[in-house]
């Protein structure tokens, strides 16, 4: 059973840029891919970004593109999430997960993270 372990949650100030990492241990053949999602209070968790671990392959929320990245460091069994240019609506829980194949759907999952909190301050 994988288990992932979420860092880099911080407050920053509109502009400014975090790094998170999500840590992996005991990676199965059913979690290809790692993604990365965020919940705001009063709102439904929504994808931001997804990788295929062997193959590196990567998708994005239309609401993210150019200002996000994810990446991974397999050596490491970790993913990141190079976050720039951050606005107040990207103030959220943000969690990684693991599941079979890629998608931008929460329900696709199946292991969850504990998340780590970004908050975006003017």
């Known amino acids: 059973q994988v288990r992932l372990v979420e860092s880099g949650g911080d407050s920053v100030q509109t502009g400014g840029s975090l790094r998170l990492s999500c840590t992996a241990s005991g990676y199965a053949d059913n979690t290809n891919c790692i993604g990365w999602f965020r919940q705001a209070p009063g709102k439904e968790r929504e994808g931001v970004a997804v990788i295929y671990r062997d193959y590196g392959n990567t998708f994005y929320a239309d609401s993210v593109k150019d200002r996000f990245t994810i990446s991974q460091d397999n050596a490491k069994n970790t993913v990141y999430l190079q976050m720039n240019s951050l606005k107040s609506e990207d103030n959220a829980m943000y969690y990684c997960?693991?599941?079979?194949?890629?998608?931008?759907?929460?329900?696709?999952?199946?292991?969850w993270g504990q998340g780590t909190q970004v908050t975006v301050s003017s």
């Open positions: 997960a693991a599941a079979r194949w890629c998608s931008l759907r929460p329900g696709a999952y199946i292991t």
